[in-house]
Antibody, heavy 125, light 110 residues
Framework: QVHLVQSESELKKPGASVKVSCKASGYTFTSYALNWVRQAPGEGLEWMGWINTNTGIPTPAQGFTGRFVFSLDTSVSTAYLQISSLKAEDTAVYYC??????????????????WGQGTLVTVSS | QSVLTQPPSVSAAPGQKVTISCSGSSSNIGNNYVSWYQQLPGTAPKLLIYDNNKRPSGIPDRFSGSKSGTSATLGITGLQTGDEADYYCGTWDSSLSAQVFGGGTKLTVL
């Protein structure tokens, strides 16, 4: 069965960096795109972008460029989210999610069929 | 402000039926497929409905999805206290080239 297991919660000071991992199992890692979703305390889901697990090319969403870096280590079926220069407003639960589906002739059938358990990143002095 | 609009909350009694709406535009719901996610308190979201109206294996047929034009609807029948959760709709937005979600709807089973 498919599992996405994320790293444990982190407490960081403003200005520091954090690296969240997402280890996949139960399927061929390079066959599905890996997405990242943020959920601030008491808020909804916000898509951060995705990484092509075949090519390693990341596509961050608007607002998640610069300080946010998506990477992979396909040898261990693991995706990473690194956030640098942390700010208090980065405090959130970060989820990885496997995306299945595709786009054809302008119509997209994409869904997040499996999710990691989430990693709480708290930024506080 | 979310691209997709959902009611903040809905409620109904155990055993009853409830619907949750998700309103968008031609660049998202109107031309792409909709998914619904259930987020139980303190847990990660879970896929409930994909491709507008399909249920992954293991999801009971009490949950259903439909789409008409630029709106989608999640239906839940035979409500149980265990259905209390936040529900999110999501789809691709072709103009934004982005995955978009609704703001979420909190379901209370009275």
């Amino acid at each position: 069965q498919v599992h996405l297991v994320q790293s444990e919660s982190e407490l960081k000071k403003p200005g520091a960096s954090v690296k969240v991992s997402c280890k996949a199992s139960g399927y061929t890692f390079t066959s599905y795109a890996l997405n990242w979703v943020r959920q601030a305390p008491g808020e909804g889901l916000e898509w951060m972008g995705w990484i092509n697990t075949n090519t390693g090319i990341p596509t961050p969403a608007q607002g998640f460029t610069g300080r946010f870096v998506f990477s992979l280590d396909t040898s261990v079926s693991t995706a990473y989210l690194q956030i640098s220069s942390l700010k208090a407003e980065d405090t959130a639960v970060y989820y990885c999610a496997r995306r299945s589906g595709y786009c054809t002739t302008g119509v997209c059938q994409k869904t997040f069929d499996y999710w990691g358990q989430g990693t709480l990143v708290t930024v506080s002095s | 402000q979310s691209v997709l609009t959902q009611p903040p909350s809905v409620s109904a009694a155990p055993g009853q039926k409830v619907t949750i709406s998700c309103s968008g535009s031609s660049s998202n719901i109107g031309n792409n497929y909709v998914s619904w996610y259930q987020q139980l308190p303190g847990t990660a979201p879970k896929l409930l409905i994909y491709d507008n109206n399909k249920r992954p294996s293991g999801i009971p047929d009490r949950f259903s999805g439909s789409k008409s034009g630029t709106s989608a609807t999640l239906g839940i029948t035979g409500l149980q206290t265990g259905d209390e959760a936040d529900y999110y709709c999501g789809t691709w937005d072709s103009s934004l080239s982005a995955q978009v979600f609704g703001g979420g709807t909190k379901l209370t089973v009275l």
